[in-house]
């Protein structure tokens, strides 16, 4: 019998590195060469299943990057169990603003939270202006996972997804059935996910 | 199994579970009885005879009831994709829900028969005859152990709902509307429009009623979308229905007779157009009234006893005269009630009479006198209901053209007295359609208006104690989907008639003084009425809080004594007077009610009580049913694919701001600011969108901004504008006057099973002297615009004496040659009090127009009028009255001038200085009026409520008058 867990992930990074695409890539697997800026924040889920078939259901919120909303950001990343910081890999001041992203969620989002870094775009690498090894040693010195993807090739993008699953505490139901308690997602996962296990495989593959 | 369950599942809302899943065949319908073995497994063998029968549960939370229904489905090709399945049919489990099982007969020979072999096959019968329309289905299975589990869990199903509420509370309708997106598709469930929605719900603005959410946590959002959706469908179906309004004028009364029979006229009391008489406060009912009634001519000539009650009318309606035209009734009787309905308290004060009603002789002889009381126009009149419980009747009388207009007449009765059972306090209830009679328009089947009226006596908050159950109250043809039994509040328009033991919460000898003396003529009513404690109930949402109650302009109608203890009024000395006899009434917006008069009727003095009338002009829609249910059918369709949305429902549903950031502008005091963001719908399917707070303890704008609507429902490419408007009043002005940049704002637009919108909201505050503290004005350096920062301010040493605003006002008033016979009392050019306001914030001179020398004869009234109002708002606007609140009981406690003049020590520096000034001018203006006296209870009148706002219920209103005419009246 699988087991399903259900996880809240934020995406934070600088305004246009690329964080509404990437979402895009691993939900629907998608993308617009050119896309509104998101002026919000938006909730979507997808799942991933695990060699051991454990399926690790994502609660994403995609917040808006613009430094004019900065203030609301607590309000999405409060109660995450994980959280993606995007930079992108062609402007070295995108990966200063991660910087300072994860600077915040260190001090002030839920102790235990999965930290991912994130080098968005590395489709640009002609461009390219943050080397891999600076962002890695960085990535290293705080202890977060990094990746490079791009969201416009789909290059390492379920990647980074599925490495976020397999760290999360796959033992104990996650903490996040107060994140999503609300969400109708957290009456399935708090409800019927025990008494009717048996029906749930294949059933989250159609949400998508 | 696995696969159909989750399709199954995929089909339901998350709200929905699926309890057990059989599969089934059609048994052929037209055989009558089950077909014989070798069909049945014919067609069994054939998908399209193949149906699943499915139980499923539905729960909003952990505090509400569960509810299940058996779904049946067809799945076009199973094992397919689960959108290629459709819900045939739908059966609520209660009432009458029943679903049997028997062994299929067989007309051939079975030589199979009791093999272990061969599974058997059993027939399941499923009926609910509460709905109409909704036939017994007979269904054909192998499924043995499957199908015990299917009725064990109907069984359990149907318990619960058979169960009675648990919950002392009133519980929530059972209203099975979690059924209706699953048969929408096929017929609108008529449970929209078969009871109209609790008023205790109806009146409450949709956000309000909307799931906790806020920025990050959406809150429930099925459950959301369902609300909206019944709002939008209701409001929607009513505007695309309504071919005009039939209006009904209904006269209520109420009498706490005490025991006594009949022995007086009442006709003052009863009479529809008949003007009360004798007194000099109660009012006209009738501002319209014309002479060339019948009703007033031959019963009331306009003697001079009118004269008064017609100039009260007046103020009391607000001279709001309405369009008298009424095609649907005789112009002759246009006045008249169409309805009359007299509510008794205490008929019986027997002790007999409290354990059960013995006869209805009481009635009768209230009814006699009603009737006799109507004189030549009863004729046109009967009764048409009555409920009694012991001491409280509840008549209904009607005009007898009228009468088939009214069906559907409930009525039931409930005890609050000792064990809830005795009947010396408690309620009556009745409840009515009413159908318009069909005159001009094309209506073939006019949809009607549930009235309901109610008669109690009630100690003070039991108003949540008295429960009402008007039994099986559905519509003609029984095709609602559960028998519903209605609480009152289930009605379009709702009258309470109340005797309660409210009282006023002014010391006693103050209530006296306040109804008798001359000086407190004018205003001895608003005086007491915010002391009443039914309106301090209401005001604190403790009681009544969804009512409304017309001005009331009549003396208290309790506690009178007809011996010798008795004050000049005739009230009781050992009771307090109060208004304990009230008329409340609650609509929703398909029944707007206008109140035409509320009046006590003192000449009527056989009980220690005075009977209280009110009339109501109901406003009710004329619609054709047949065309609101199509109507609703069609807009169900139309939001088809609203709430069976799935959570990845992004691409789906997709609103777009059209202006995503609002400045505001310049933003000042008193002055609004409008501005409108488009919100469009720019998805495929339905969509809606609630404004919701950035977390739990905020607000979802701040005050200072108004937000319309707060949430909207969208159809595809349907574009909706919010409008944003500014409104900075006294508390918000308070608080911007020192913190200019907190009118930077993000609202946050929650699309419902969507995205989260940010709309950022900037505006510049523009300063404005009023609403500051006098110590504050006092360190303004000068004009408060002139003001680098807030914090700009005089050490405290170094404050001025008094605030230059207020003096400059006063001494322009002080001015030669100005006429202020009418300063205070006359209303002010709104624009020209802007203008000074203006010029007070900004230092600069008033305008040179203002000068007596450049001001016409008129103008030379109005400017000073404007001044003085000015001078009143401004004082008003203090974020602490003039007199601290602190001082208010010992200002009101002085007994003498002397003493008066000490409490000042007690005020700090800038308030003494403008006491003083101020009370010096009013002072001034008093004595040099022609009527010196007049002027100052006049000027009493105006300032006290400002100089001492806020007092709490301790201080005495006389007291606090009193404190002012110390400082104004003349030695």
């Known amino acids: ?208 | 199994m696995a696969s159909l369950e989750s399709s199954i599942r995929a089909l339901l809302r998350h709200s929905d579970q699926v309890k057990v899943i059989l599969e089934a065949s059609v048994v052929s319908p037209t055989a009558g009885t089950p077909v014989t073995s070798s069909d049945s497994r014919s067609q069994i063998d054939e998908a399209r005879n193949k149906r699943i029968l499915a139980v499923v549960s539905h729960s909003d939370g952990p505090t509400t009831q569960e509810e299940g229904s058996v779904f049946i489905l067809k799945f076009k090709s199973a094992g397919r994709a689960y959108d290629q399945s459709d819900i045939l049919r739908v059966y609520p489990v209660f009432g009458d829900f029943s679903i049997t099982m028997a062994q299929v007969k067989r007309d051939t020979l079975d030589l199979r028969r009791g093999s272990q072999a061969s599974p058997s096959f059993l027939n399941l019968t499923i009926k609910q005859g509460d709905i109409q329309g909704l036939e017994p289905l007979t269904l054909c299975t192998q499924q043995v152990q499957t199908l015990r589990d299917v009725l064990a869990e109907c069984k359990r199903l149907k318990e619960l709902a058979d169960a009675p509420p648990s919950s002392p509370v009133a519980p929530p309708l059972t209203t099975f509307s979690w059924l209706a997106p699953y048969t929408s598709r096929r017929a609108p469930l008529p449970a929209l429009f078969s009871v109209p929605q609790d008023l205790r719900i109806a009146r409450k603005a949709l956000h309000t009623r909307l799931s906790s959410a806020f920025a990050g946590e959406a809150g429930d959002d099925f459950s959301d979308i369902l609300r909206i959706r019944d709002d939008w469908i209701r409001t929607r179906v009513r505007e695309t229905c309504v071919k005009g309004k039939h209006r009904l004028k209904v006269r209520i009364g109420t009498f706490n007779v005490n025991g006594n029979l009949p022995s007086q006229d009442l006709s003052s009391w009863v009479g529809g157009s008949a003007v009360t008489r004798g007194s000099g406060f109660t009012i006209s009912p009738l501002k319209e009234l014309s002479p060339l009634s019948i009703g007033d001519v031959t019963k009331d000539p306009f003697d001079d006893s009118n004269a008064p009650a017609d100039a009260n009318a007046e103020s009391a309606l607000g001279g709001k005269d309405q369009d008298p035209v009424d095609t649907n009734t005789n112009a002759d009787t246009a006045e008249d009630p169409d309805l009359l309905v007299l509510g008794f308290q205490e008929l019986d004060l027997s002790t007999e009479a409290l354990l059960y009603a013995t006869s209805t002789f009481k009635e009768e002889a209230w009814c006699t006198a009603i009737f006799a009381a109507l004189g030549e126009r009863a004729e046109g009149y009967e009764k048409l209901a009555s409920k009694q419980l012991v001491g409280l009747l509840l008549v209904v009388i009607v005009k007898k053209t009228l009468k088939p207009c009214f069906s559907d007449i409930k009525s039931c009765v409930a005890g609050t007295g000792i064990m809830g059972l005795m009947g010396n306090k408690g309620g009556t209830a009745i409840r009515m359609k009413f159908t318009p009679p069909v005159a001009l328009e094309p209506i073939g089947n006019p949809g009607s208006t549930v009235l309901t009226f109610v008669n109690a006596h009630l100690a003070a908050f039991d108003e949540m104690r008295l429960q009402f159950d008007l039994g099986a109250a559905g519509p003609e043809g029984g095709s609602a989907p559960v028998p519903v039994t209605c609480n009152v509040f289930e009605s379009d328009a709702l009258f309470w008639m109340v005797n309660l033991n409210y009282r006023i919460d002014v010391p006693d000898a103050d209530v006296r003084t306040i109804l008798g003396s001359e000086e407190w003529a004018e205003d001895r009513f608003t005086t007491l009425l915010p002391y009443d404690q039914l309106k301090s109930a209401v005001r604190a949402n403790k009681a009544f809080d969804m009512f409304d109650e017309g001005p009331i302009t009549h003396l208290p109608t309790y506690r009178f004594n007809a011996g010798l203890l008795k004050d000049d009024l005739g009230y009781d000395l050992k009771r307090r007077p109060a208004w304990t006899d009230r008329v409340l009434f609650a609509s929703n917006a398909f029944a707007p009610i206008q109140q035409l008069s509320y009046a006590g009727h003192p000449q009527i003095t056989q009980s220690d009580h005075r009977p209280v009338s009110a009339e109501f002009r109901v406003e009710v829609d004329l619609f054709d049913q047949s065309a609101a249910e199509k109507a609703a059918d069609r807009l169900y369709r139309q939001l088809n694919g609203l709430e069976d949305a799935h959570e990845d429902t992004n691409a789906r549903v997709n609103l777009k701001i059209m202006t995503p950031s609002v400045d505001l502008g310049k933003v000042s005091y008193g002055k609004t600011v409008t501005k409108q963001v488009g919100v469009k719908n720019i998805g495929k399917v339905p969509c809606a969108y609630r404004l919701v707070p950035i977390d739990v303890e905020s607000s979802v704008h701040p005050d200072w901004l108004k937000v319309e609507p707060m949430t909207a429902l969208l159809l595809p490419d349907e574009l909706v504008y919010i409008t944003l408007t500014t409104s900075i009043d006294n508390a918000s002005a308070a608080r911007l006057n020192i913190d200019h940049t907190a009118l930077d704002c993000t609202l946050i637009l929650h699309t419902v099973m969507g995205k989260d919108h940010f709309i950022a909201v900037t505006g510049e505050y523009v300063p404005t002297c009023f609403a500051n503290t006098l110590s504050r004005l006092t360190r303004l350096p000068g004009p408060i615009r002139a003001l680098k920062s807030p914090s700009e301010l005089l050490a405290e040493d170094r404050s001025i004496n008094a605030p230059r605003e207020i003096m400059r006002l006063v001494n322009w008033m002080m001015g030669p040659d100005l006429d202020l016979e009418n300063v205070f009392v006359s209303p002010a050019d709104s624009g020209m009090v802007d203008t000074i306001r203006e010029c007070l914030d900004t230092g600069a001179d008033f305008p040179s127009s203002f000068s007596s020398a450049g001001a016409g004869a008129n103008a030379k009234d109005s400017v000073p009028i404007a001044f003085g109002e000015t001078l009143l708002r401004l004082l008003d606007a203090l974020p602490e009255p003039l007199v601290p609140h602190a001082l208010h009981a010992r200002c009101a406690g002085t007994t003498s001038r002397d003493e008066a003049f000490e409490m000042l020590d007690a005020f700090d520096g800038a308030g003494v200085n403008v006491w003083i000034s101020v009370t010096a001018f009013l002072h001034y203006v008093c004595q040099s009026s022609k009527d010196p006296e007049g002027r100052t209870r006049a000027i009493a009148r105006v300032f006290t409520p400002i100089l001492l706002r806020d007092s709490d219920a301790g201080v005495s209103p006389v007291g606090r008058r009193g404190f002012l005419l110390w400082f104004i009246r003349d030695t």
């Open chain 1, 1 to 208: 019998m699988s087991k399903q867990f259900q996880f809240k992930l934020v995406l934070l990074g600088e305004s246009a590195v690329g964080k509404s695409s990437l979402v895009l890539r691993f939900v629907k697997d998608q993308f617009d060469d050119y896309r509104e800026s998101t002026i919000g924040a938006a909730f979507l889920t997808q799942t991933v299943t695990l060699e051991d078939q454990t399926v690790v259901k994502f609660e994403i919120w995609d917040t808006a990057g613009q430094e004019r909303y900065k203030s609301l950001a607590p309000m999405y990343y409060r109660n995450a169990n994980c959280a993606v910081v995007l930079y992108d890999i062609t402007s070295s001041a995108t990966l200063e603003k991660a910087r300072t992203w994860i600077r915040e969620l260190q001090r002030q989002a839920d102790p235990s939270i999965v930290i991912a870094l994130c080098g968005n775009k590395s489709d640009l690498a002609a461009r390219r202006q943050v080397t891999e090894e600076e962002a890695k040693k960085y990535a290293e010195e705080e202890g977060l996972m990094w990746a490079e993807t791009s969201a416009k090739s789909g290059e390492g993008v379920s990647e980074i997804f599925t490495a976020i699953a397999k760290k999360l505490p796959l033992t104990a139901p996650p903490s996040s059935s107060r994140a999503g308690a609300g969400r109708a997602a957290g009456r399935v996962g708090g409800v019927d996910l025990n008494k009717q296990a048996a029906a749930q495989p294949g059933q989250d593959a159609c949400n998508c």
